[in-house]
């Protein structure tokens, strides 16, 4: 899997015009699903993520995780994080498909309300509208085959 994480002042989705979900102070996450992941994968990333200290405590250093901050997460799927940029036209045959990459989706925002955080989402394969107001900005990459 990979994802894109970033500490967020407000974060929301739109899909034909309406808003789809929206939060808060969190993280915006940009998920992407590969071929060769499995709900392993998908816990174990929502596991670091939730449990990553990015936000600022009383000394200006990164020092606080999303519990501590009480943030929440909007997470977007993003299959061309598996994009083939070898030629001019990115190819995306590198991520898994629908009938894989939808329930490790599923999985992945489901463990993240396990651990007791507001989960909101988009909608797998839309047209989305994503808007962000970047706090830093403070923006990790992940990817779980490195």
């Not at 009383?58 to 299959?79: D, P």
């Not at 598996?82 to 898994?96: I, K, L």
């Amino acid at each position: 899997m990979r994802a894109v994480v970033t500490r967020v002042k407000s974060a929301s989705v739109e899909i034909e015009g309406k808003i789809n979900g929206e939060i808060g102070q969190g993280y915006l996450v940009l998920l992407g699903v590969g071929p060769n992941d499995t709900e392993e994968t998908a816990v174990k990333l929502a596991d670091k993520i939730c449990n990553l200290r990015i936000f600022e405590d009383e000394n200006e250093k990164m020092n606080l995780n999303l519990e501590q901050v009480a943030g929440g997460i909007l997470v977007v799927s993003q299959f061309t994080l598996y994009a083939d940029t070898s030629s001019r036209r990115p190819g995306f045959s590198g991520a898994a498909r629908p009938d894989l990459a939808i329930p490790l989706y599923e999985k992945f925002m489901a463990r993240c309300r396990e651990r007791g955080f507001p989960v909101e989402h988009g909608e797998f394969g839309a047209d989305m509208q994503v808007f962000s107001q970047n706090d830093g900005p403070v923006t990790i990459l992940f990817d779980t085959e490195k």
